[in-house]
Every structure is written in C-alpha cells, then in structure tokens.
C-alpha cells in the first residue's frame, strides 16, 4: 500500500503523484456524471491523503516536468523496458531522490537520455553502412 510505505525513494514518490492524479480525475468524472455525494474536496485535501501541501509544492510538483523525458518514465513506473540506472543517471545508489530529480531535469541526465537516443541511432546508422558496404563487395 502506497499510504504505509517505509519506501521513501524517488519511485514511491511517483506513484503518490499517480495516484494523486488518478483521485483527481476519478473526482473530475465522478462530479462531471452527478455521482459525487456530499462536498467537493479541493485539491490540498486530495493532495494531503498522499503528501504534505508544502512537500507537494516544493517537490512533487517536480514530477509535472517528466512527460518530456520517456526513459525517466519508464524508471520511475519500474517499467520491464526501463533503462538501467547507469545508463539513466550516469551514476548508480541504492536509493534516488527529489534531489537527483532536480538535477536530472536541469540538463546533463536529461541529456544522457538524448546521448542514449542518439548513441542506438549511431549505432543502426552504422550498422546500415555495414551492410551496405558488404553488399558492395559482393
């Protein structure tokens, strides 16, 4: 259960930040078809079953910046398909944090995602030439 989670990582994070948006949307629906009983919560008390507003504000907030960063979503949702954590970070711990967030949102982790890209795009580039240059030769 996300809520009793000794889990303090980057990863249990995001999925408090999941969760936090699913309420919001299933509140959304639930109030845009007449379903919803009772006063409409606002988003701090939404917020607040998952995290404190001042913890939201100054750090999970950092989460609305990742959409633009496939392969760091696929970490944080411990995707099967996610990169591992040298090869997102370029460092590797036991446990990641806001901290390591924040870095890699300001550029060079988010830049070794593009470099990862680039580097499989060289790589089939190559590849290509390879076999072009061995059909040549027969």
């Given at each position: 259960d996300i809520l009793e989670s000794t889990d303090?990582?980057?990863?249990?994070?995001?999925?408090?930040y999941c969760a936090f948006l699913h309420a919001e949307t299933t509140l959304r629906e639930k109030?845009?078809?007449?379903?919803?009983?009772?006063?409409?919560?606002?988003?701090?008390?939404?917020?607040?079953?998952?995290?404190?507003?001042?913890?939201?504000h100054s750090h999970y907030?950092?989460?609305?910046?990742?959409?633009?960063h496939p392969l760091l979503i696929k970490w944080l949702d411990n995707d099967p398909d996610k990169p591992?954590?040298?090869?997102?970070?370029?460092?590797?711990?036991?446990?990641?944090?806001?901290a390591d967030l924040r870095e890699y949102l300001k550029g060079p982790a988010g830049a070794t995602e593009k470099a990862s890209k680039k580097g499989k795009e060289k790589e089939k580039e190559k590849a290509q030439k390879e076999k072009k240059s061995s059909k040549k030769r027969t």
């Open positions: 303090r990582g980057l990863r249990a994070a995001y999925q408090k109030l845009d078809d007449n379903s919803w009983v009772g006063q409409k919560p606002t988003n701090t008390e939404i917020i607040e079953i998952f995290v404190s507003k001042s913890m939201w907030s950092l989460f609305g910046k990742v959409s633009n591992g954590d040298f090869e997102l970070w370029g460092f590797e711990k036991l446990s990641y944090n806001f």
